[in-house]
């Protein structure tokens, strides 16, 4: 993990990773790498975790998931910053869905983008499910323990210690 990023978590933006088809270390890694350049700064990064898939069609396998933190330039927006990354998820053959929440190569996913809020149909800010999902807790805990989400009161750890049992994440 780098060093903490000089700068208030209210003004970061954060970006989960998921793969559960191809070499999913080696893409969440590159995907990481294209992901800098759309920070002022050198970009926060967790660790690697495998994980369980969740609300996803039976038989899918396990998920590498990290997340990434990152300070969007001054001119950047929630819709641009999602919009670039719509063309690294396509980049690494990401094709439109058929079936919700089915294997893919690359997701990436805008958790949060400074205190921005979004309502529509085509970006939620934050992320409606983040607050709820240990694969995106854990490894938004180990860069941003004192993060509070837009809409909530407890902090990323705090969420996260509050998470029920039942999914399997396992840094590796």
Do not use: Y
Not at 6 to 15: D, E, G, R, T
Not at 77 to 83: F, K, M, N, Q, V
């Amino acid at each position: 993990m780098n060093s903490k990023l000089k700068i208030q978590n209210s003004k970061l933006a954060f970006i989960a990773f998921g793969s559960n088809l191809g070499r999913s270390r080696e893409i969440i890694l590159a995907a990481m790498t294209q992901a800098q350049p759309f920070s002022d700064q050198l970009i926060l990064k967790s660790s690697l975790w495998q994980t369980t898939p969740v609300d996803c069609p039976p038989g899918s396998p396990p998920f590498l998931n990290a997340v990434v933190g990152l300070l969007p330039p001054k001119n950047e927006t929630p819709e641009s910053l999602l919009e670039k990354m719509q063309d690294i998820e396509k980049a690494f053959g990401r094709t439109p869905k058929t079936v919700l929440n089915e294997p893919r190569v690359l997701d990436l996913d805008l958790i949060a983008f400074g205190t921005e809020t979004r309502n529509s149909p085509k970006l939620m800010l934050p992320h409606p499910r983040a607050h709820l999902r240990r694969f995106v807790l854990q490894p938004l805990s180990e860069i941003a323990p004192e993060l509070v989400l837009p809409g909530q009161v407890k902090t990323v750890a705090e969420l996260l210690a509050a998470l029920p049992a039942g999914e399997t994440v396992t840094r590796i």
